[in-house]
């Protein structure tokens, strides 16, 4: 451990070692080490090592200007400027981004009819006095939409009941109907 | 009278660039022959033991190929240093992988401590590198650019892609280590 308290001497000794000091700073250094015993000590460690860097291979030059390619300038036209780039990262980000969008609207349409049943199927006893038959949303929508139900024959609605069992979104097991129960007649 | 070549005063490596981005391939052979010994020593002192001239090689296709990113801000060293030690790090993950993934041979151990025989000769040296060894790589890269190739902090800060600031700490971190070593052996 160096013990001399002069930390800017101490980070100057690789630049003495290398002999980069300008004039004035040198002597400053080379003053300080006449005096410093730590800093020659920190100084003799630094030229060991780098003497022992000598022993690196030599390196033959010449195979490797051999396999260095001849200069190519490249053309601004050809370079893709950093706008263009900018935009394809906002067009990637953006296809990401329809990409997520559209998977996460198919599986809110997938839970859909799931959701529809399990909502008609908390009808609240305020809410109906009648027994509730659940009718998915999307085929109630179709009824609704068609004709007045009073102008049915009776032919044409049972078929209509009969088609209505045969809906896939209906649960295999029958809900039970809920039944409103009025307070005042249950006491 | 024109001047002889000899007397010419030493070009820049700018100029050497240039000339070589004009067709002058003896530019290139001038340039490598300027930097390459310095990246050998620092891929040494760095712990690689084989295929060094096989590093400083990739190191200059590297460089030329994207001499038009140079743009001379730092010394051409300084980006040449960049460059191999990306490329070092490269080699220690590979390495890495292939330790994780494949026994290492009798026969390999043999022929490493070979090549590092070759390469350290001295007792001396032995003990430098035997130093050099118990730094962290950061430590190690940021002291031997400082101490054998005598970059500035500025500098090494741009090599090891850190701040001055760090590369101090790990300086002085890696001096008092590397006394301590050399000193208890």
Not at chain 1, 47 to 65: E, G, H, L, M, Q
Not at chain 1, 123 to 149: I, K, M
Not at chain 2, 75 to 96: G, K
């Amino acid at each position: 451990m160096n013990n001399c308290i002069d930390n800017e001497i101490q980070e100057l000794l690789p630049d003495l070692l290398h002999q980069s000091l300008d004039g004035a700073i040198r002597q400053r250094v080379e003053a300080h080490l006449a005096t410093c015993e730590s800093c020659r000590e920190e100084l003799d460690v630094l030229r060991t090592v780098k003497s022992a860097a000598v022993f690196a291979p030599a390196i033959n030059t010449d195979s490797i200007v051999r396999q260095i390619p001849p200069y190519r300038m490249i053309v601004p036209g050809v370079e893709q400027p950093k706008r263009s780039r900018m935009v394809s990262w906002l067009v990637a980000a953006g296809f990401a981004l329809a990409v997520i969008g559209g998977g996460a609207l198919v599986v809110s349409n997938q839970s859909r009819p799931a959701q529809s049943v399990a909502s008609s199927a908390s009808v609240t006893p305020s809410q109906s006095t009648e027994p509730v038959t659940v009718v998915p949303e999307t085929h109630a929508l179709a009824l609704a939409s068609a004709a007045d139900l009073s102008e049915l024959s009776d032919g044409s609605l049972v078929q209509l009941m009969n088609e209505m069992d045969d809906f896939d979104a209906l649960p295999a097991s029958e809900i039970e109907p809920v039944i409103a129960v009025d307070s005042v007649d249950s006491l | 009278m024109t001047p002889s070549p000899e007397r010419r005063p030493e070009e820049t490596d700018m100029e050497l660039i240039n000339r070589w981005k004009a067709g002058d391939s003896r530019a290139a052979t001038r340039l490598v022959g300027r930097h390459s010994q310095a990246l050998a020593r620092f891929a040494a002192s760095a712990g690689e033991r084989e295929g060094i001239e096989e590093l400083v090689q990739d190191t200059f296709v590297r460089a030329f190929a994207s001499l038009d990113s140079f743009r001379g801000e730092s010394s051409l060293r300084t980006w040449l240093f960049t460059i191999q030690r990306r490329l070092m790090l490269d080699r220690r993950r590979a390495e890495r992988r292939s330790r994780e993934t494949v026994p290492v041979q009798e026969s390999d151990q043999v022929s490493e401590y070979g090549a590092l025989d070759g390469l350290i000769a001295e007792e001396a040296q032995e003990r430098v590198r035997k130093s050099l060894e118990a730094l962290s790589p950061t430590q190690r890269d940021v002291f031997t650019l400082r101490v054998q190739q005598g970059l500035s902090y500025k500098e090494i800060a741009e090599v090891v892609g850190s701040t001055e600031g760090a590369a101090r700490v790990h300086y002085h971190n890696a001096i008092r280590t590397v006394k301590e070593y050399l000193r208890d052996e």
